[in-house]
């Protein structure tokens, strides 16, 4: 089964939330409206509703991620959610416990949600393969596959910044091929019908074939950012610097990180956008990471406020639990 | 003092919960009751009881177990307490204070229970002499000496599948020996009167003179199981491989461990249990533990339903609190 | 910008707490007097007040310390506020991320209050000076410069065991001069007008020059206890062991550490005090960290209530939260 058929039940809810690729573009509105009305939540002087509660949401991480983590467990706890943090690297895995065993005896604790990151490509669909009826799966990343939940948060804040897309240009920069963000960016951006979508980085970093996903690609900055209303900064893992894909940091920086000078080709009211964390002097300079076009901050307030939405539209379309077996 | 004696208070009410041998029968079906009544809740939309709103019970666990802590951790906040995961590895005890002292540092910060794991037999005894009247201790398994809370989640567990105890006969197979889980259970089930009790394993994982605690010895798996209505299976500790008192895992699992095959010469409709987490291929078959006879999911289930009953109970016996000294 | 003012909001009320040192008296005052009304909520059936309900405060250590970390967390969740432990050493500051995008993004994330302990003197005013209008910051220990809130916790028990200070002698005893618990202390107690204030202490851990913030220095104990009121016993870091400044364990019990025998010197109705953890047999006897002169414990379940209504004093300054940026 495709991610996008598992993620949909039959009366066309979400059901979980696996991948951008195949959400229809009807779903995919509804969400970004339900994050609307959950945006102001966070700016009330009590930043909780009930619609959870009583329900216990599990976090699984097999890959460390503090600042995603804790958005879904701050989203989780304005519902009113009981969060249970696994920590993956302590739990019964190690004592020999396969991850199916693991989820089996988390569904017996009458978990009502996993969100998932995994380095594995796949995983959260594995994982939303196998689920009792009543659970719902959330993908916070997987492999080098989809974060879906950034994808949403990044049209919400590009929807809520320049309203309309269809006459956007919009540039993702830097290392395209192993960026899960960038593929459920692309995604999302080709759903809601963006004008011009661009790819821009190192030919050993951007995919091969690309093009068929909708997307010019670029090779060079200057071009890739000229006219650009909206630019989509990537992080650059560390991880990539010792192998032979890239040169040095600072060679980098020069060909591709992203300073106000650079940015003049781009439109005058350009929003410059990352998924964080950022490397300051490595991918984006600190005067455009803190200057007037960055929305970085507010990605972070509207990633609590989408994953609210999420949460509750997936949790909304439970059918009632039943005893396990 | 006695364990039996320490945890029950002059009305006759659970005070601590510590061990099994000795808890008066009456009291072991009052927790069974009040469990049933508990078991519902893990099942509906709103998973959540006030009953212990306000108090704060700290998990104490001295020997990692993201399972059993996960268990208490639901069943307290399904109770409506707050939680205090205490990381003992990292915390004071590190800087050179004394058990005692974090005991007696916890009780002044008002907490109301701790639940304790403890690789020292008698540790939660211990810590339940020296506490404060107001503060209850649960034992979340201490040593080789009891694991009292898996014995009740497993009595529950038999007695929700087979009714009647008095005509069962019940196989405990496996480390004997070195199992807290066997001892308990060894107990729980001659106080509910089961009609014949077995353990089933290598001599070397079969303690001396166990026969003293009213159980049939058998030292070959297909008499020991032989008509058998219920197979408590023991999970085999992997550190256990590295001695001279098993042979390989292959080998253990060719002589002890349940497959469909040796299962045959149990009754019909024999239930196989087992504390998790399981190691498949070397106690337990995969076949068995996923077939039809397996209600292991089932065990995690009531045995939240089973701590909900002990945590609610015991603190109800709580005198008014006073100022610590 | 002084701590002292950055801490106060045009109103005079408190806006952050960083340090003791420039208090107004008139706000430690009040400060002890709401701690008061907060000391009856530990000893009550329901532990909980909605005060913060739906507020988020996390709770940022960039040193260990279970025992701290842990009463300002159980004074949130008794204020019902949600509370969010980074675990520092594994969070984004790992991957590179500066301490300061880590604040922003906790902001945007619609975070109240921060509470921080850091080895780095002037980090808790650091971080105050940054944050958004609306985020206050708690100072739980900055290197050897203030624990402003062990200072209020120290004098609110001082004031309740023995009412007026003002007649009182007081002397602190140990390692001064790397002991932030000292400096605040002094500054609190000179702030209320105690009779008089004594350091005693090894000339090697007297700060020089300490006389200027009003104290009387004894290098040797007898008469630095001496009709002294009350005692408070700083903790010795065993790492100071290892270096030139200290003779071994033993003999520095020897000298300093505190004996029943060498307490007959201060008034029969002297009061002993210790921040905790203590180490028993180097600064403090056992006989006496248990005996009846000790109000060890209280200082615990009173850090509790002074950590409630400095809190809530702060957040009740907060004004109505913007969008951050």
Redesign the interface.
Same mark, same amino acid.
């Given at each position: 089964m495709k991610p996008h058929q598992i993620q949909i039940d039959e009366q066309g809810r979400l059901k979980h939330f696996i991948s951008i690729e195949g959400l229809p573009r009807d779903l995919l509105i509804a969400i970004l409206d339900a994050a609307q009305s959950f945006a102001g939540v966070?700016?009330?002087?009590?930043?909780?509703l009930p619609l959870l $509660?009583?329900?216990?949401i599990a976090t699984l991480f097999f890959e460390?991620s503090?600042?995603t983590r804790?958005?879904f467990?701050?989203a989780a706890?304005?519902l009113s959610a009981?969060v249970?943090n696994?920590?993956v690297q302590?739990?019964?895995t190690r004592?020999?416990?396969?991850l199916l065993?693991t989820l $089996?005896?988390l569904?017996?604790?009458?978990c009502d949600m996993f969100v998932v990151r995994h380095p594995m490509s796949g995983a959260a669909q594995l994982i939303a393969s196998h689920v009792a009826p009543h659970v719902r799966v959330i993908n916070a990343g997987d492999g080098r596959h989809e974060h879906p939940t950034q994808a949403v948060l990044d049209c919400f804040t590009i929807r809520r910044v320049k309203g309309d897309l269809s006459s956007l240009v919009v540039a993702i920069v830097g290392d395209v091929l192993h960026s899960r963000v960038a593929r459920s960016d692309i995604h999302a951006l080709n759903i809601l019908g963006v004008g011009e979508l661009r790819v821009v980085g190192p030919k050993t970093l951007i995919p091969p074939g690309v093009e068929a996903l909708g997307v010019r690609v670029f090779y060079d900055l200057e071009p890739g950012l000229r006219d650009a209303d909206v630019v989509i900064m990537l992080r650059l893992q560390?991880e990539r610097m010792q192998g032979t894909l890239l040169p040095s940091a600072h060679e980098y920086f020069q060909a591709y990180g992203l300073t106000a000078a650079k940015l003049a080709v781009a439109r005058p009211d350009v929003t410059v956008m990352h998924p964080?964390?950022?490397?300051?002097g490595v991918e984006i300079d600190t005067a455009v990471a803190d200057g007037p076009h960055s929305v970085i901050?507010?990605?972070?307030?509207h990633?609590?406020a989408v994953r609210m939405a999420i949460m509750s539209m997936a949790m909304g379309s439970q059918a009632?639990?039943?005893?396990?077996?």
């Open positions: 966070g700016e009330r002087a009590i930043k909780k $509660r009583g329900k216990t460390p503090t600042r804790t958005t467990e701050l706890k304005r009981d249970l696994i920590n302590s739990s019964a004592k020999g416990e396969s065993d $089996r005896t569904e017996a604790m009458h560390n964080g964390p950022i490397n300051r901050l507010q990605q972070v307030s990633g609590i009632a639990p039943r005893r396990t077996r």
